[in-house]
């Protein structure tokens, strides 16, 4: 360690630093830094005394939740306490607004880590209301509860929402996850369960030879009141895969929680279990010549005769994946 005097020229340093234990950086690079200097009264022809270096220690260090800091003891350097918190010098040096010529002082603290980036919050999520949305399908979609969407958008189950319309959805949403592999190429994939009611959809339509333009609008009707779910509950009465109502004549709350009942009433036609209390599909003169929305909206007769067109891309799509 080499003893440096006070410089001859210049100002005479302030009181307060003369005689004091203040521990400095030289101006000249980090293997210089460890120089230990008291500052002497230029005016006094005696020589410098070298202040008692004191053992390393980390006293005063601790970790406050925003940084490392610590407390400056007689006999630190800033390279010396960059080396004990495995850091560089230039960065403590920058933490603290420091410069390489800088004086510390016993009892001064400073910052020798700067706080981890914390964790970033997951943004909560949101979905753009498209014609044909329901908020029972957005959350079939993201695999989120109804409830979850209503609470987290001050909503009641009698609310509409409208395209445009943009609905927050709860932080852990996440795309509905399939526990067996959803056919590859689909725009819409389905999940277990989903899949399971698409085939008997299928199925019965196979065995009541409707075409395959009927299954698939059967196919997005059911994507657009239930998500392809076998729901227990719905607006008003509406129960199952096309929420089809008890009090209008689709059968008992029993039947309509019957996925093959439910279905086969969608069809209609001559073997139609409701015979002439409702219109099935086949029972529409000229449904082959709608369009797809119109024909699925002469079964269904609902309030948003416009959404089921959303689905006819992705429902020709289940039935080539899975029919």
């Known amino acids: 360690m080499r003893h440096l005097t006070a ?26 830094a460890d120089t230990l200097r008291t500052h002497a009264d230029p005016k006094s022809t005696a020589s410098p005394v070298e202040a008692p270096r004191a053992a390393v220690s980390v006293i005063g260090s601790a970790e406050t939740g925003a940084a490392t800091r610590h407390t ?34 016993p009892g001064q603290e400073l910052v020798v880590r700067a ?9 909560a999520a949101s979905h753009t209301v498209v014609a044909g949305d329901t908020i029972s399908g ?16 001050g909503l009641q189950w009698s609310s509409i929402i409208y395209p445009g319309q943009t609905l927050a959805l709860p932080l852990a949403a996440t795309p509905a996850a399939a526990t067996t592999p959803a056919p590859v190429g689909l725009s819409v994939p389905l999940d277990d369960e ?5 085939r008997h959809i299928i199925a019965v339509g196979r065995e009541l030879g409707v075409p395959d333009r009927g299954i698939a ?10 998500w392809i779910r076998n729901l227990d509950w719905g607006d008003r009465d509406s ?26 009433v969608f069809y209609g036609g001559p073997a139609d279990p409701n015979g002439p209390a409702t219109r099935g599909l086949l029972d529409i003169p000229g449904w082959e010549q709608m369009s797809f929305a119109d024909a699925a909206q002469a079964v269904q007769i609902s309030a948003y005769p416009d959404r089921y067109g959303a689905w006819e891309h992705a429902a020709y799509e289940w039935l080539a994946a899975l029919g």
Do not use: C, K
């Not at 957005?138 to 958008?153: D, F, K, Q, W, Y």
């Not at 929420?243 to 996925?259: C, D, I, K, M």
């Open 115 to 123: 706080a981890a980036a914390p964790t970033p919050t997951p943004a």
């Open 239 to 264: 129960l199952g895969l096309f929420q089809q109502r008890p009090s209008t004549g689709w059968g008992t709350e029993a039947q309509l929680r019957t996925p093959d009942h439910a279905i086969r």
């Open 72 to 105: 400056v003891v007689a006999g630190d350097t800033v390279s010396g306490i960059a080396s004990r918190f495995g850091v560089r010098t230039e960065d403590v040096l920058a933490l603290n607004g420091l410069a390489w010529e800088s004086v510390i002082h």
């Open 217 to 226: 609008i059967a196919l997005g009707a059911a994507m657009q009141e239930s």
């Open 194 to 198: 989903q899949s399971t009611h698409a």
């Open 138 to 153: 957005i959350a079939g979609r993201h695999g989120v509860s109804v409830e979850s969407i209503l609470a987290a958008n």
């Open 7 to 32: 410089p001859t020229r210049g100002p005479a340093l302030p009181l307060a630093v003369v005689g004091s234990l203040a521990v400095a950086l030289s101006a000249a690079p980090p293997s210089h």
